[in-house]
Structure formats: structure tokens, C-alpha cells
T-cell receptor, first 112, second 113 residues
Framework: GENVEQHPSTLSVQEGDSAVIKCTYS??????FPWYKQELGKRPQLIID?????GEKKDQRIAVTLNKTAKHFSLHITETQPEDSAVYFC???????????FGTGTQLKVEL | KAGVTQTPRYLIKTRGQQVTLSCSPI?????VSWYQQTPGQGLQFLFE???????NKGNFPGRFSGRQFSNSRSEMNVSTLELGDSALYLC????????????FGPGTRLTVL
């Protein structure tokens, strides 16, 4: 089955800096890669996603890149703000149905 | 449009009991997936239902089961509860128009004593 690895597990940045979180996946049939943000005690919230026919997608301060050949995808957050502090999960899905295989999460802390 | 809702939000059970959790998807969404979230194992896929049929199943024992009704509401059941079943159980609904995009409910926090 699919396996998703996520790094780093914790990331601390200064406000205004950029943050990058990286994930790799194992199943070449995966074709959908969402990113979720989860604040303490809250539900995972979809923040951006990318499909396998696209190499990069941007939404304001957030961008995701996908390298299908290398089977890795990354989340980039620019101009980080304290409210960006949360746990971020990458996931992969494909091969029919909506099963998401999640990475282990990255605790992002944005310091003032 | 109302989001995904789950009931109850909190549950306390004892070992050996059984429990039923409910999930109402976003109106018009026909796919419901269930996930278990624990500090040690992270987010793990339990199963997916689409049009009242189980479409995918994760690697959980048969004590975990689910079903979906004609109005797309879904329930999951855990029988013979074990201490290790303590977790946050999340359901997510998916629009048939945007394949794969999943929106999560607030979850049910299950504590097994």
C-alpha cells in the first residue's frame, strides 16, 4: 500500500521567514496530494492541494510543488505569521476511491 | 452550506463495550470516509462509503465497521472496545464534483477506560 513520509517533524521559524515541509510517497498510482492544517483541538483543514497533472500551485502565501518522477511534494509558506503555527499534514490518494494516506505531521511554530 | 457534523463530540466507554458514532456529510456529498487520529499512529484511514457501499477499507480489525444510509449519513461502530481504541475519530465528506477533495468534521473524542 501507499506510504507517505514527512519531514521535518518540527519546524521553528521567525515571523516573516519562509517555511518548507517535504513529503515523499511510494505508490506511483497516487494522483492527488492535499495538505491539511490542524490547530490544537480543531479539525484538519484543507489548505491547498495538487493533482498529478500539475507541477506547482499557489494560493496567496502558500504554494505546493510536485515532482512525480521523484515522488515527492512540498509545501511552501512565505511571510509566515504567528497564526500559521499549527500541525501540517501531507497526504496522498489515488487508484480509485478517496482513501488518504497521511504523513506523520509537522509541528510548525512561528516565533515573534 | 453547513459543514460536516459528527455526534457525539465526546464519549467515555469502558473496555468490552461497543460504541456507534455518527457523521452527516455536507449536503450533496455522497462519499464519507472515516479516520482514526492518535498521537502515536497519526491519522489512519478506516473505511470509505459511497452510495451506501463500502468502497475502501483500511487495516483495522473486524471490530471496526460502518455503514451509510440513503441520505449519505454514515455511522461507524466499534465493538468490544479496547484501551487502544481511545482516539479522535474523524469523518470526511467528498463532493462527487471535485474528486478526492475531503472536508473533515470536528471529530468524536472516544476515551476507553
Amino acid at each position: 500500500g501507499e506510504n507517505v513520509e514527512q519531514h521535518p517533524s518540527t519546524l521553528s521559524v521567525q515571523e516573516g521567514d519562509s517555511a518548507v515541509i517535504k513529503c515523499t510517497y511510494s505508490d506511483s498510482a497516487s494522483n492527488y496530494f492535499p495538505w491539511y492544517k490542524q490547530e490544537l483541538g480543531k479539525r484538519p483543514q484543507l489548505i491547498i492541494d495538487i493533482r498529478s497533472n500539475v507541477g506547482e500551485k499557489k494560493d496567496q502565501r502558500i504554494a505546493v510543488t510536485l515532482n512525480k518522477t521523484a515522488k515527492h511534494f512540498s509545501l511552501h509558506i512565505t511571510e509566515t505569521q504567528p497564526e500559521d503555527s499549527a500541525v501540517y499534514f501531507c497526504a496522498a490518494s489515488g487508484g480509485g476511491g478517496n482513501k488518504l494516506t497521511f504523513g506523520t505531521g509537522t509541528q510548525l511554530k512561528v516565533e515573534l | 452550506k453547513a459543514g460536516v457534523t459528527q455526534t457525539p463530540r465526546y464519549l467515555i466507554k469502558t473496555r468490552g463495550q461497543q460504541v456507534t458514532l455518527s457523521c452527516s456529510p455536507i449536503s450533496g456529498h455522497r462519499s464519507v470516509s472515516w479516520y482514526q487520529q492518535t498521537p502515536g499512529q497519526g491519522l489512519q484511514f478506516l473505511f470509505e462509503y459511497f452510495s451506501e457501499t463500502q468502497r475502501n477499507k483500511g487495516n483495522f480489525p473486524g471490530r471496526f465497521s460502518g455503514r451509510q444510509f440513503s441520505n449519505s449519513r454514515s455511522e461507524m461502530n466499534v465493538s468490544t472496545l479496547e484501551l487502544g481504541d481511545s482516539a479522535l475519530y474523524l469523518c470526511a465528506s467528498t463532493s462527487s464534483r471535485v474528486f478526492n477533495e475531503q472536508f473533515f468534521g470536528p471529530g468524536t473524542r472516544l476515551t476507553v477506560l
